[in-house]
């Protein structure tokens, strides 16, 4: 997840300085590629009443149908937002490439 939020950072970052959406963006790393993707979590909205040691259907039965209700929000959030994308979009490379440092930048930074 960390790398994800990483890419989707730069990616909205360099989307917004172009004006374009960030599912357009496609960063390039040497020879990998790495581009936006939408995440999504499936969590309940409030903390349950049950503790791990709670066994009992009548307490737990109520948690589950709720867990099922958070993963079909979730999911259908999901979808709006595929349904919002245009059907075709410009893709947009930024490469991004190691700066070579001077030999008297070098000798600086080991000080």
């Given at each position: 997840?960390?790398?994800?939020?990483?890419?989707?950072?730069?990616?909205?970052?360099?989307?917004?300085?172009?004006?374009v959406r960030p599912e357009q963006?496609?960063?390039?790393?040497?020879?990998?590629?790495?581009?936006?993707?939408?995440?999504?979590?499936?969590?309940?909205?409030?903390?349950?009443?049950?503790?791990?040691?709670?066994?009992?259907?009548?307490?737990?039965?109520?948690?589950?149908?709720?867990?099922?209700?958070?993963?079909?929000?979730?999911?259908?959030?999901?979808?709006?937002?595929?349904?919002?994308m245009p059907e075709s979009m410009?893709?947009?490379?930024?490469?991004?490439?190691?700066?070579?440092?001077?030999?008297?930048?070098?000798?600086s930074r080991g000080k």
């Amino acid at each position: 997840m960390k790398i994800l939020k990483g890419v989707n950072s730069l990616c909205k970052q360099y989307a917004d300085e172009i004006g374009v959406r960030p599912e357009q963006i496609y960063l390039f790393v040497g020879e990998r590629r790495y581009r936006f993707l939408k995440a999504f979590t499936i969590a309940p909205a409030d903390m349950l009443p049950l503790t791990v040691l709670d066994f009992d259907g009548r307490t737990c039965a109520p948690a589950i149908a709720q867990g099922y209700r958070d993963g079909a929000r979730a999911v259908q959030e999901y979808i709006n937002y595929i349904l919002t994308m245009p059907e075709s979009m410009i893709r947009h490379e930024v490469r991004l490439v190691a700066e070579q440092m001077s030999s008297s930048q070098s000798a600086s930074r080991g000080k």
